[in-house]
T-cell receptor
Framework: NAGVTQTPKFRVLKTGQSMTLLCAQD?????MYWYRQDPGMGLRLIHY???????AKGEVPDGYNVSRLKKQNFLLGLESAAPSQTSVYFC????????????FGPGTRLTVT | KNQVEQSPQSLIILEGKNCTLQ??????????LRWYKQDTGRGPVSLTI?????NTKSNGRYTATLDADTKQSSLHITASQLSDSASYIC??????????????FGSGTRLQVQP
């Protein structure tokens, strides 16, 4: 039982390049989330999904797209990377909302030059 | 704007000592409050989750308290260990603009336990 995994762990992009971050969970969770964590700030929600085939915008969705084609996978895409997207990205999953725990992946450190 | 403020920003204590971390929030309406531990280079791990009706919750040497009237919470760590060195994040469940619920994260307190 691996929990929540993220690939890649590190990536350096040039401005304007695109990339996809992959999140996978093996806990059969319905809900999945993408967050970004910047120095001195709390984690902020980018996009989330309440089930296979659904996605919704979070607090800071601009510049990102997501897809949830399979229940266990949640992809985060950057179509044209900008230096402001330099951050650590965390994926999380939970069985339901409410008081259900969110389980986090190990993070992806992205640098955009 | 919904906010979660934590204090202190950083703290250094000696191994074996106790410490208390503070969290004030303005999130409304409020559903639940969580404390997470985040080791350097890792994702956050949940320590406790409390609803508005709970005043205290423990997880081993970690005890969280909640005063929903004053919108304050604290995390008390007893008999600290070197492995307690981490960031501790207070998280409050509140509404997104769409009406759905989302988690509002504090920026964390960085705790360093020295031998």
């Amino acid at each position: 039982n691996a929990g929540v995994t993220q690939t890649p762990k590190f990536r350096v992009l040039k401005t304007g390049q695109s990339m996809t971050l992959l999140c996978a969970q093996d806990m059969n969770h319905e809900y999945m989330y993408w967050y970004r964590q910047d120095p001195g700030m709390g984690l902020r929600l980018i996009h989330y999904s309440v089930g296979e085939g659904t996605t919704a915008k979070g607090e800071v969705p601009d510049g990102y797209n997501v897809s949830r084609l399979k229940k266990q996978n949640f992809l985060l895409g950057l179509e044209s990377a900008a230096p402001s997207q330099t951050s650590v990205y965390f994926c999380a999953s939970s069985y339901r909302e409410g008081t259900y725990e969110q389980y986090f992946g190990p993070g992806t450190r992205l640098t955009v030059t | 704007k919904n906010q979660v403020e934590q204090s202190p920003q950083s703290l250094i204590i000696l191994e074996g000592k106790n410490c208390t971390l503070q969290c004030n929030y303005t999130v409304s309406p409020f559903s639940n409050l969580r404390w997470y531990k985040q080791d350097t280079g890792r994702g956050p791990v949940s320590l406790t989750i409390m609803t508005f009706s709970e005043n205290t919750k423990s997880n081993g040497r970690y005890t969280a308290t909640l005063d929903a009237d004053t919108k304050q919470s604290s995390l008390h760590i007893t008999a600290s260990q070197l492995s307690d060195s981490a960031s501790y994040i207070c998280v409050v469940s509140g509404p997104l603009d769409t009406g759905r619920r989302a988690l509002t994260f504090g920026s964390g307190t960085r705790l360093q336990v020295q031998p």
